[in-house]
C-alpha cells in the first residue's frame, strides 16, 4: 500500500468507523445519564514520561462536540475552565456566564463540579496540609465550587483526594489528616445547604472518589470500601449528604472484583455516581475506554446496576490514547465509548429477562431439598444443581458474543 496523505487520513477513518456500524443516534445516546468531563475531552496526552499530542481545547469546543455526539451532560473541575487566579473574582462570573451560554445553545446540562485539589502546587501536601491556611484556602476552593455547581445547575460534586497522603511514612499522622479532610467536606456541604436556600434548589449529592495510588504513593483513602468506613466515622456533619463516586478502574488498580465493590456500596446506599472506563489490574490509572479490556466484567457490573436499578450518571472519565488527534477525540474515542456503553447496558437487559438464566437462578435458589441438619444429604441433594454456576457463566458469555441469538462459527 502506498503512504495516505495526511489529508486524506480524516476521509479514511470516517470510512472505517462507519464500515463499522452498529452506531447510535444522538438522540438514541442523549436518552442515558451520560456525563462528558471536560478534563477527558480536553486531556492532551501528556504525563510523566509523555509529551502532549494533541492541542488544547476550551470548554465551547467540548461542549459542542459533546452535543453533536449526543452526550447530553457536561462535568468540570474548577480550574479546568477558570484559571486559578480567576477565582473569587468578578472574572469568574464571566466566565460562568459564558459556560451558561454555551450550555444553553448547545442543549447540554452540566451535572457535576468538581474541586482541582491536586494539580496546584498551593496542594502540594494535600488541601488538609499542616499549614491552617492551606486547609482554609482548600475549604474557601471547595465552597466556591459549590457555588458554581448551583449556578450552573449541577447535581453532583465530585472529591477525588488523590494527594491526600504521603511519599515518605512518618512526615504525616493520618489522624490529623482525616479529621481535617473531613473538615473541608463539612465546609462545602454547609456551603451547600446555604446556596440550596438561597436559589430554591435541592442540595448536592456530595460523591468521593477513591483511587489506591496515584499521585501520592500512599493514600489514606484508598478504596471503596474506605471511603464508606470514612462517612460513617462520626467525623462528617451531614453524612447523608455524602456518597460516592466509584471509577471502574479504580477499583481494578488494586485488584477488586468491581462488581463486588460496587455491591457493598449500593448496599450502603451510597451509589451516588459512576466513572466508567476499563484498564487492567495492579497498573496504573490508563482510563482506558469502556469495555475495551473486560467486556464480559463490564457487563456483569451492569447487570447489577440495573437490578438495582441504579439511576446515576454514567460518567465518561476516560483518557483518548496518545494516538488519538484531537479530530479523532470527537470522530472516534466518544462516540465510540458511548456506542459500547449502550450496548453492553441493553446486553445486560437481554440477561436479565435471559429465559435459561433466570430458571437456572430460580432453580439454585429453590435449593435441592436436603435435610438442614445433614450436611452429607445437602451435598447429595444440589450436586448436579450446582453444575448451573458454570453453565450461566457461559450464557454470559454467549450473550456478550451474540450466540444466544444464534450466531455461530463453522469450523
Ligand atoms: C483525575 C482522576 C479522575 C477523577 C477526576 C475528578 S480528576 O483525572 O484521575 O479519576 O475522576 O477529580
Ligand atoms: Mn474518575
Ligand atoms: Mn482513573
Given at each position: 500500500m502506498?503512504?495516505?496523505?495526511?489529508?486524506?487520513?480524516?476521509?479514511?477513518v470516517s470510512r472505517l468507523i462507519k464500515a463499522c456500524g452498529g452506531a447510535y443516534s444522538p438522540k438514541q445516546r442523549r436518552k442515558y445519564f451520560l456525563t462528558g468531563p471536560q478534563w477527558a475531552a480536553a486531556y492532551e496526552g501528556h504525563a510523566l514520561f509523555h509529551a502532549p499530542t494533541r492541542s488544547p481545547i476550551g470548554y465551547e469546543d467540548v461542549i459542542r462536540e459533546y452535543s453533536k455526539i449526543g452526550i447530553g451532560h457536561w462535568a468540570t473541575h474548577d480550574t479546568d475552565v477558570y484559571p486559578a487566579d480567576a477565582l473569587?473574582?468578578?472574572?469568574?462570573?464571566?466566565?460562568?456566564?459564558?459556560?451558561?451560554?454555551?450550555?444553553?445553545?448547545?442543549?447540554?446540562q452540566c451535572s457535576m463540579v468538581t474541586t482541582e485539589t491536586f494539580h496546584h502546587a498551593v496542594f502540594a501536601a494535600s488541601p488538609a496540609a499542616e499549614a491552617p491556611e492551606v486547609r482554609e484556602y482548600a475549604r474557601w476552593r471547595l465552597a466556591n465550587t459549590?457555588?458554581?455547581?448551583?449556578?450552573?445547575?449541577?447535581?453532583?460534586?465530585v472529591y477525588w483526594p488523590g494527594s491526600l497522603g504521603y511519599q515518605v511514612q512518618g512526615a504525616v499522622e493520618e489522624t490529623n489528616t482525616l479529621k481535617w479532610f473531613a473538615e473541608g467536606l463539612n465546609a462545602a456541604c454547609e456551603a451547600d445547604i446555604a446556596a440550596a436556600k438561597e436559589k430554591g434548589r435541592p442540595t448536592l449529592k456530595h460523591c468521593l472518589e477513591a483511587k489506591p495510588f496515584e499521585p501520592a504513593a500512599q493514600i489514606l483513602l484508598p478504596t471503596s470500601d474506605a471511603m464508606i468506613a470514612f462517612i460513617s466515622s462520626g467525623l462528617l456533619k451531614h453524612p447523608d449528604m455524602v456518597g460516592l463516586n466509584p471509577e471502574y478502574l479504580h477499583e481494578l488498580m488494586w485488584g477488586a472484583a468491581v462488581r463486588a465493590a460496587l455491591a457493598r456500596v449500593l448496599l450502603c446506599g451510597k451509589l451516588f455516581h459512576f466513572d466508567i472506563n476499563d484498564g487492567y489490574p495492579?497498573?496504573?490509572?490508563?482510563?482506558?475506554?469502556?469495555?475495551?479490556?473486560?467486556?464480559?466484567?463490564?457487563?456483569n457490573v451492569l447487570v447489577l446496576l440495573r437490578n438495582h436499578n441504579y439511576e446515576g450518571p454514567f460518567n465518561l472519565d476516560y483518557?483518548?490514547?496518545?494516538?488519538?488527534?484531537?479530530?479523532?477525540?470527537?470522530?472516534?474515542?466518544?462516540?465510540?465509548?458511548?456506542?459500547?456503553?449502550?450496548?453492553?447496558?441493553?446486553?445486560?437487559?437481554?440477561?436479565?429477562?435471559?429465559?435459561?438464566?433466570?430458571?437456572a437462578y430460580d432453580a439454585l435458589r429453590a435449593g435441592?431439598?436436603?435435610?438442614?441438619?445433614?450436611?452429607?444429604?445437602?451435598?447429595?441433594?444440589?450436586?448436579?444443581?450446582?453444575?448451573?454456576?458454570?453453565?450461566?457463566?457461559?450464557?454470559?458469555?454467549?450473550?456478550?458474543?451474540?450466540?444466544?441469538?444464534?450466531?455461530?462459527?463453522?469450523?
Open positions: 502506498k503512504p495516505i496523505p495526511a489529508a486524506k487520513q480524516p476521509a479514511l473569587g473574582t468578578d472574572r469568574q462570573d464571566e466566565i460562568t456566564a459564558g459556560i451558561k451560554k454555551a450550555l444553553k445553545k448547545h442543549g447540554l459549590v457555588r458554581i455547581g448551583h449556578e450552573l445547575g449541577a447535581q453532583y460534586c495492579l497498573k496504573h490509572d490508563v482510563d482506558i475506554g469502556v469495555g475495551l479490556v473486560n467486556p464480559l466484567d463490564w457487563l483518557k483518548p490514547p496518545r494516538t488519538t488527534s484531537n479530530w479523532g477525540v470527537f470522530a472516534v474515542s466518544f462516540p465510540t465509548a458511548v456506542d459500547r456503553f449502550i450496548t453492553l447496558w441493553e446486553m445486560a437487559g437481554e440477561v436479565a429477562s435471559d429465559p435459561v438464566i433466570s430458571q435441592g431439598g436436603g435435610d438442614p441438619r445433614d450436611p452429607k444429604s445437602i451435598v447429595e441433594a444440589n450436586r448436579e444443581l450446582l453444575n448451573l454456576h458454570e453453565l450461566i457463566g457461559h450464557r454470559l458469555f454467549q450473550i456478550l458474543v451474540g450466540a444466544h441469538r444464534g450466531r455461530t462459527y463453522s469450523v
